[in-house]
């Protein structure tokens, strides 16, 4: 982690390498099989490709692989067959040690959480920003923010231990998010989260790609699917398909069908996401 990036690598791997950052993509599977040891192929046949600025879910039945592709992505394993790049890299020609330099540029929310236990929720969401060298004055109101929104705020200094399955959920999303990733992979990230607050994290990802970010969500909350409206890969025993978006009948959600779209406004009890998540206007 305090690994410093060798120039050589800074240059073939930051962020300004030369993958086309209109139209990316910023991943593409081709022909990906994946297997754990001998056993059969948990993946078959995977292909798809996130343009950059995309948002999709990947959803299926438990088992059916989400987890293992999210972790083929944040390159915590390795297809047993076909090609995935990321961020135009192919990966199996990068080298281990160089590895980390694309890992940074993706936020990943993991279904175990994966907290630093010895540091309090507010240190836990600062860690990738001290990574990245930034002062604790440049980020210490955003965070403050952060946590508010995603209902932390009066938890900054509580240890992880202390708190409840959702609490260190939202905490773990909030971690994922605060360095605006160039991609953000969630593998259920609603899974202990009550509906309303699932549906504030729901608007904090959509705004979140609305700033950018290419976002892919693991789940198989099919009522978070429905109500944002974005595309779906579905995953069945290790195949992978592509679903027709299926909204909620307005009826239904007559409260946030039109909130997650672009004018999305934050409600007045809500704390505005101050960092540069919610202020783009002083911008461009
Ligand atoms: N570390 C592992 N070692 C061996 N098999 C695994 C491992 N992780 C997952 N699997 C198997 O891979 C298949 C897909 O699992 P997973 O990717 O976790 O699916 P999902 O996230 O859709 O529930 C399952 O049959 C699971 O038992
Ligand atoms: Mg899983």
Known sequence: MSRQPTPRAAAAYGAEEAFDPTTGPVVRFQNVG?????AP????DVGFTLPVGSFHFLTGPSGA??????????????ASRGTVQLFGHDVERVARADLPYLRRRIGVVFQEYRLLDHLPAF??????????GRKPQTYRDDIAELLTWVGLGHKMQAMPATLSGGEKQ????????????????????TGNIDPEMSLK????????NRMGTTVLIATHDQD????????????????????ATRRAPEPAAPDYGPELGPEYEPEPDEPELGYDLGDEEGEA
């Not at 994946?34 to 001998?38: E, I, S």
């Not at 692989?65 to 390795?78: P, T």
């Not at 978070?224 to 679903?243: D, F, I, Q, T, Y």
């Open 170 to 189: 939202r905490l773990a999303i909030a971690r994922a998010v605060v360095t605006q990733p160039e991609l953000l992979l969630a593998d259920e990230p």
């Open 123 to 132: 240190d836990n969401v600062a860690l990738p920003l001290r990574i990245a």
């Open 201 to 208: 994290i729901l608007r904090l990802f959509v705004e979140l």
């Open 65 to 78: 692989g989400k987890s293992s592709l999210l972790k083929l992505i944040y390159l915590a394993n390795r």
């Open 41 to 44: 192929e948990v993946l078959k």
């Open 34 to 38: 994946m297997r754990y040891g001998r």
């Open 224 to 243: 978070l699917v429905g109500r944002a409206g974005m595309p779906v890969l579905h995953l069945n025993e290790g195949r992978l398909s592509r679903k």
